[in-house]
């Protein structure tokens, strides 16, 4: 080949290297969202309507629709994980190579790559949690079918299971929690279920036979097996901790054992259908992912709804763990999602549970005397800031105001040796007036003129208003739309409130609706170093995504 073929073809590979750009940069993400959202709602009624054919002939649009495969890649190189690379290596970081996934997505000769696996550490224990993590094509692949199968999840889900599903959140759970406890007729004994291993454990057969999606590609996603030590491993059982459809794989196979215990308890005495004496046993069941409680009126009762879950279980390649579920009288209490519930003299408070604050300590120590130790002190704030924010919206809706008050006086102790160790041969009024100042009316504020840390205790309680159990996210659009406004006025304060009323709860740049716990982020609209000001007018808010997306335009501009 001469030089100038060979400069001709580069020219060619770069030219289709910016036209693959330019395709994925001119997508318009709120009509793809739109249409997708448009097939995920036809499914859903077909399921509504058991038209389970139809079912199947939309779940196959949907997969091999541009606008699905769109939105599963921009899901899977968006997501916290998306610097994380599978076996092969490869992460798609650049639009070229996102809008190259996207054509390549398909089902055809589909064999997906073994997962590599890792091993984290289990909060507040010593053992490991394995993770599986697929290849960034594999990701995608998960992300699209997820699409498909979302709506049936939802539509045939139990309605008071809370974890990994859309519009729910922990707070539902604890409220529910809280409704079936709280009066002084409420049960008294409480089954705390833990299952053992749930993602590992969960059997192949039992879910090739009974999840409604393509076959031949849930099997390629169960039996890809795992790489460790430069070693392949078969996946005999469970599905993957760490694949973007295992969380909708679990609760498709935890679904049911509401049923199963209401179909026993939820009768009168005489066994027939009456108001009146309905859950005479006092039998409330809540679950959040694998998690779940078992209220009743005795013990017996409750030893009896742990055999028929052990059961129902056992038909799904699952156990109990004998040694996390236990049962527990209300006067006792009991810790789950990071709370404790306890009845002190017939009345039930919630707070964050020992293990939570302990837990949270332990972080805001590893940041502020590990890593923290050669960051600036607005560096710090910031990362402070986003832990803080993170854990108080956790609890904002419990009996959390010692807790706060008591992570504020951690915070001071940790922040005081961290500027000690800055100066060790400084006087301890020359420390304070350097990392601590007045702000308005209030001294002692860690801050520099343009950042200060929160105060925690400051942070005012917010009952969470629970969602209703019967509504559908893929029917009742507009309940949800509204409730994600509610609760953002509710949470939010000052100048924050009112931009978030200023924007109807939605995205600046997309104008698609925000969550409040969303992974969002606040912008100036005009930038600071062109004379950008700190107002209201100047602010917004955006989808951490959308901003990327928007700041990369900027740049090329």
């Known amino acids: 080949m001469n030089d100038n073929d060979s400069t001709t073809a580069k020219a060619e590979r770069l030219s289709d290297t910016d036209k693959l750009s330019m395709q994925w940069k001119s997508i318009d993400w709120k009509k793809v969202e739109s249409e997708v959202n448009r097939l ?23 997969t091999h629709s541009f606008y699905a495969k769109a939105w599963a890649v921009r899901k899977v190189t968006t997501n916290h994980g998306k610097n994380t690379s ?3 290596k490869e992460l798609w970081s650049t639009p070229s190579s996102k809008m190259r996934a996207v054509l390549s997505l398909t089902d055809k000769n589909y064999k997906a790559k073994p997962l590599r696996r890792v091993y984290i550490a289990k909060k507040g224990k010593k053992s490991k949690r394995p993770l599986g993590i697929p290849c960034m094509y594999d990701r995608a692949m ?7 199968l979302e709506p049936i999840a939802e539509t045939t889900a139990d309605t008071r299971s ?11 759970a604890c409220e529910y929690i809280f ?10 004994w409480v089954l705390e279920g833990d299952i053992k291993g749930c993602f590992d454990h969960i059997s192949h057969e039992w879910l090739l036979e009974n999840i409604p999606m393509d076959k031949t590609v849930l099997k390629q996603f169960l039996k890809a097996g795992f790489v460790f030590n430069r070693e392949l491993f078969p996946t005999d059982e469970g599905t993957p901790q760490g694949g973007v459809i295992s969380p909708i794989l679990a609760n498709m196979t ?3 054992m509401q049923k199963a215990l209401y179909d026993r308890f939820h009768t009168n005495r005489l066994g027939k259908e009456d108001i009146r004496f309905k859950n005479a046993h006092k039998v409330n069941f809540i679950r959040y992912a694998d998690d779940f409680i078992v209220t009743a009126a005795t013990q017996e009762i409750v030893e009896e709804a742990k055999e028929i879950i052990r059961n129902f279980l056992k038909e799904r390649g699952l156990e109990l763990s004998e040694e996390k579920t236990v049962i527990t009288n209300i006067n006792d209490g009991f810790d789950m999602l990071g709370w404790t519930f306890r009845k002190f003299k017939g009345k039930l408070i919630v707070k964050p549970s020992k293990k939570s604050i302990k837990s949270f300590v332990a972080s805001l120590s590893d940041t502020i005397l590990g890593k923290g130790r050669a960051w600036k002190q607005e560096v710090l704030i910031e990362k402070l800031n986003k832990q803080i924010r993170g854990w108080a919206n956790h609890h904002q809706s419990v009996c959390a105001s010692e807790a706060f008050a008591h992570i504020d006086y951690v915070l001071y102790e940790l922040l005081w040796k961290w500027a000690k160790r800055r100066h060790p041969h400084k006087g301890r009024w020359w420390v304070s007036t350097r990392y601590w100042h007045r702000k308005g009316n209030r001294n002692w504020v860690f801050s520099t003129e343009d950042k200060e840390l929160l105060r925690v205790d400051h942070i005012p309680i917010v009952r969470h208003i629970k969602i209703k159990l019967d509504v559908n996210p893929f029917f009742d659009t507009e309940y949800f739309t509204q409730r994600k406004f509610s609760q953002g006025m509710r949470r939010l304060s000052g100048r924050f409130k009112k931009i978030w009323q200023n924007q109807k709860g939605c995205c600046y740049h997309c104008g698609m609706p925000m969550d409040i716990s969303d992974d969002k982020e606040l912008f100036f609209i005009v930038p600071k170093p062109i004379g950008g000001k700190e107002i209201v007018s100047n602010m917004a808010y955006v989808h951490s995504s959308c901003q990327k997306i928007y700041t990369e335009r900027r740049s090329k501009e």
Not at 57 to 62: A, F, W
Not at 162 to 172: A, I
Not at 179 to 188: E, F, H
């Open 162 to 172: 809370f974890g990994f599903r859309r519009g729910r959140c922990t707070q539902d």
């Open 179 to 188: 409704t079936a406890l709280t009066k002084r007729v409420s049960p008294q």
């Open 40 to 62: 995920q709602i036809r499914i859903a009624k077909a399921v509504q309507e058991k038209k389970f054919g139809t079912v199947k002939r939309l779940q196959y649009l949907l």
């Open 86 to 88: 599978g076996v092969d």
């Open 142 to 148: 998960q992300a699209l079918y997820a699409l498909a």
């Open 254 to 256: 935890l679904d049911g």
